[in-house]
């Protein structure tokens, strides 16, 4: 089998790079290690950056998002029994987020692949990239009890943070930084309409919790748990109450509650490789950058890595040149380090930590009040949530 770009993984990265290069007429082939049915119903992110959304618009994916994404023009922030609001209407006019779900732009990429005749091959195993430190890589892997090759140009690995493509890089190309945070989230989704117009941040001594939602219908919620947290041991209705005891701390605001969709613990990790590329092996996405979920920007990163890729191998497809290629791992790491710091940022100032002793409280108090009562501060926590425009 052959192709231009070999893609590793259909989670966002590598489905919007495989629509990306086919609107630019480049060739490609998408190697995904489960069914389509399970990508599809993975329930990760939720928010949408602008220039996220402005990119599936402007590639002809806008009809389901522009007709059910929920477009948001603030947040809130709750804490010290009170609610802030986060005014982008005023703080970055022209720029909002938008809540629609990552299951949803999986579909919505599936669907316009597969209308175009592309190939995303589904349930594939043994998934092996060789050879790109030559001109001519290739992937191994076994499909329908097949064991075969894709012989490609460039190889993208768009396997998430588990995959086999980062893994694959010698010995001491790569540099790793991380940091595992104290906690995790549990997070669920309930079939009850949103208890709030707009998603609240919640800042409690007895920890974090965030009411998002998906649709009208959707909500989603999350707290702050230990990190090995047992999802047996919190019942709907422990769920529910600590729930309203974290988020019911503003009079007059109550929490709907209804039937539990889905229950799961996402770890909190912050993890950046670099270079994020050797040879004609590219990493974006999760493979090569995680942020703990706070500022809601993994998968907006992973469009934003995938947006520059795409654009480097047109221009080494129409004239051969390598300028884009090259600076592709210093373009993209400008930005996940700026995000890297905003997610890390957003943790820290809304989490509770155990170790924290009265004067750690105070300062993490002073933090939020002036976040909230700073016009300046406000407006540098809405510019990068609505996502930076010029890194
Ligand atoms: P992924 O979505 O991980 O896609 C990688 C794909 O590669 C997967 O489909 C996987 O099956 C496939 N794959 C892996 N290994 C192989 C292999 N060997 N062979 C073939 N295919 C392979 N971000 C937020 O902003 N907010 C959130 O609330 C949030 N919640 C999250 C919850 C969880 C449990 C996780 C894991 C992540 C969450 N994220 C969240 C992060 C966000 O969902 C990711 O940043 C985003 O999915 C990145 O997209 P990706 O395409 O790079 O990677
Ligand atoms: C959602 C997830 C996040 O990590 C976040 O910061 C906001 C919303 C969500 O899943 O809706």
Known sequence: MRTQVGIVGAGPAGLLLSHLLHLRGIDSVV??????????????????????????????LGDRLLREGLVHHGIE?????????????????????????????????IAARIAAGGRILFEVSGVAPTGFDT???SIGFTHAGLRQTLECDFIAGCDGFHGVCRPAI???VLTCYDREYPFAWL???????????????????????????????????YLQVAPDEDVA????????????????????????TGPVLEKVVAPM???????????RMYLAGDAAHIVPPTGAKGLNLAAFDVGVLAQALAAWYADGSTGL????????LRRVWRVQHFSWWMTTLLHAFDGYDGYDRRLQRSHLDYVCGSAAASASLAENYVGLAHV
């Open 269 to 279: 990790r912050s993890f950046v490789a670099e270079p994020m590329r050797y040879g």
């Open 170 to 172: 010698p010995d001491g």
């Open 325 to 332: 290629l090259d600076a592709y791992s210093g373009t993209c």
């Open 187 to 221: 997070g669920v989704l309930a079939e009850v309409p949103p208890s709030s117009e707009e998603l609240i941040y919640a800042h409690n001594d007895r920890g974090f919790a965030l009411h998002s939602m998906r649709s009208p219908e959707v909500s989603r919620f």
């Open 31 to 60: 190697l995904e290690a489960h069914s389509r049915d399970y990508v599809q119903k993975r329930v990760r992110a939720g928010v949408l950056e602008q220039g996220t959304v402005d990119t599936l618009v402007a590639t002809g």
């Open 135 to 137: 001109a001519h890589p």
């Open 77 to 109: 922030l709750r804490f010290g029994g009170q609610s802030h609001r986060i005014a982008f209407e005023k703080l970055v006019p022209g720029r909002a987020i938008t809540v629609y779900g990552q299951q949803e732009v999986v579909k919505d990429l």
């Open 233 to 256: 041991s919190w019942p709907d209705e422990r769920y529910w109450a600590e729930l309203r005891a974290r988020l019911e701390t503003v009079p007059g605001w109550h929490l709907r």
